[in-house]
């Protein structure tokens, strides 16, 4: 019998889902489909994206200096973002085949698709790829941790955390030592969800 705590993870799950669905829900809104993980919009709405793409001598000229001044920091970051990425990857590409921890796939969280966007101009597209990489990796990377975490050690925490990642509802109640010891090798090994 499921948990008020299982039975609310899943609520929260199917919510997810719900969100995910009604935000695709733009596709037909704003005249663009998806063909082979490939934007198309009709020409029309090309036509009239074009009509809003700030020039990029423009997009300089009106930008705040405090903007131009912090961008050297924020694009820092990309340094340790790609060594995060190829050593997160690198990890679970040995790792998980040896647990029989299903793999994450990159390209589910990372996405790039902004550059499709005609009214961007070369400066956003960049800018618009490096948040994209980014956010995508850091969701991908807590994917990764949440799959180590279950087979390493699927325990909830005691005190409240911000927020949760997939796997956390597989987990066992804090402080539940009968449960650990009884039921630790097959909690390990519940990806079933994800096949």
């Known amino acids: 019998m499921a948990t008020q705590l299982e039975i609310l993870l899943d609520k929260i799950k ?18 663009f489909e998806i063909r082979k993980r490939k934007v198309h ?20 000229k009106d930008a705040p200096i ?7 920091f924020i694009w820092a970051c990309i340094i ?3 060594f995060l990425d190829i050593t997160v990857s690198v990890c679970q590409w040995v790792c998980f085949p040896l647990y029989g921890i299903p793999k994450v796939k990159r390209q589910d969280y990372i996405v790039f698709d902004r550059q499709y ?17 980014v956010n995508g990796l850091i969701a991908y990377v807590q994917e990764i941790a949440g799959r180590t975490e279950q087979f390493w050690c699927p325990i909830k925490h005691a ?12 987990f066992m109640n804090y402080g539940d ?19």
């Open 14 to 31: 199917i919510l997810e889902n719900e969100l995910v669905d009604e935000l695709q829900k733009q596709e037909e809104e704003f005249s």
């Open 41 to 60: 919009f009709e020409e029309n709405t090309i036509i009239k994206h074009k009509e809003y793409t700030k020039r990029l001598f423009n997009y300089i």
């Open 66 to 72: 405090k903007h131009i001044l912090s961008t050297p």
């Open 80 to 82: 340790p973002v790609v």
């Open 117 to 133: 966007l005609n009214y961007l101009n070369i400066v956003e597209k960049i800018n618009c790829a490096y948040c994209s990489y």
């Open 159 to 170: 005190r409240r955390i911000k927020t949760l990642h997939s796997r956390y509802q597989k």
């Open 177 to 195: 030592a009968k449960t650990y010891r009884a039921e630790i090798g097959t909690v390990r090994h519940n990806f079933k969800d994800l096949e």
